[in-house]
Nanobody
Framework: QVQLVESGGGLVQAGGSLRLSCAASGRTFTLYTVGWFRQAPGKEREFVAS????????SYVESVKGRFTISRDYGKNMVYLQMNSLKPEDTAVYYC????????????WGRGTQVTVSS
């Protein structure tokens, strides 16, 4: 199993920045990919960004490309989401999730951290 804990959310004005952190613990040697997802009120959860644990290859949803950057600290078992030029439509609960080696989907999730962007 892998445990994930998010932090770094908060209230920020449009155009501002936040950095989310995801601390991974447990069987981190089984990590394949770590992703960030978000869910706004009344909407379905959506993929935001992901990073391959060993190679560092990243992927982003189109709406955040050029504004968000996902990174990882391999030695500290941390994943970060740097969010710049935030927009009100980025307001959501952000979740960190892990996809383990040999699995077919993200199967461990954190509890989420709230990000609110005011206009």
């Amino acid at each position: 199993q892998v445990q994930l804990v998010e932090s770094g959310g908060g209230l920020v004005q449009a155009g501002g920045s936040l950095r989310l952190s995801c601390a991974a613990s447990g069987r981190t040697f089984t990590l394949y990919t770590v992703g960030w997802f978000r869910q706004a009120p009344g909407k379905e959860r959506e993929f935001v960004a992901s990073i391959r644990w060993s190679s560092g290859i990243t992927s982003y949803v189109e709406s955040v490309k050029g504004r968000f950057t996902i990174s990882r600290d391999y030695g500290k078992n941390m994943v970060y989401l740097q969010m710049n030029s935030l927009k009100p439509e980025d307001t959501a609960v952000y979740y960190c999730a892990s996809w383990l080696l040999g699995r077919n989907e993200y199967d461990y999730w954190g509890r989420g951290t709230q990000v609110t962007v005011s206009s």
